[in-house]
Nanobody, 124 residues
Framework: QAHLAESGGGSVQAGGSLTLSCAAP??????MAWFRQTPGKEREGVAV????????FYADSVKGRFTISRDNAKNTVSLQMDSLKPEDTAKYSC???????????????????WGQGTQVTVSS
């Protein structure tokens, strides 16, 4: 069964950078997304990329600091996170989805499969 596998989490000081990667071999989808969640808070969509065309969408909280990219040949999606802040601390998960009509969803990407997540901790 196809699954998602994230890597690249860790600890970094404020102002630093991390890159998260997500492998999705053999999984049909037309959008990929990164979400994050901290205890007691709702899951937040961080970034979305359409696998066809490469359109990207970002939450306001990360615009200008995070960059999502994909390598369709390798079935991977990455999230480059720069200028990290303590408030970026969270468990980050990638998700595979299908583009739908719901404009409430970031990039209209409706996820159907999730990775297990990787922890990112930013210290001040």
């Amino acid at each position: 069964q196809a699954h998602l596998a994230e890597s690249g989490g860790g600890s970094v000081q404020a102002g630093g950078s991390l890159t998260l990667s997500c492998a999705a071999p053999g999984l049909s989808r037309n959008c990929m997304a990164w979400f994050r969640q901290t205890p007691g808070k709702e899951r937040e969509g961080v970034a979305v990329i359409w696998t066809i065309g490469g359109a990207t969408f970002y939450a306001d909280s990360v615009k200008g600091r995070f960059t999502i990219s994909r390598d369709n040949a390798k079935n991977t999606v990455s999230l480059q996170m720069d200028s990290l802040k303590p408030e970026d601390t969270a468990k980050y998960s990638c998700a595979a989805g299908w583009i739908g009509a719901d404009r409430q969803l970031l990039g209209r990407c409706n996820p159907f499969k999730w990775g297990q997540g990787t922890q990112v901790t930013v210290s001040s």
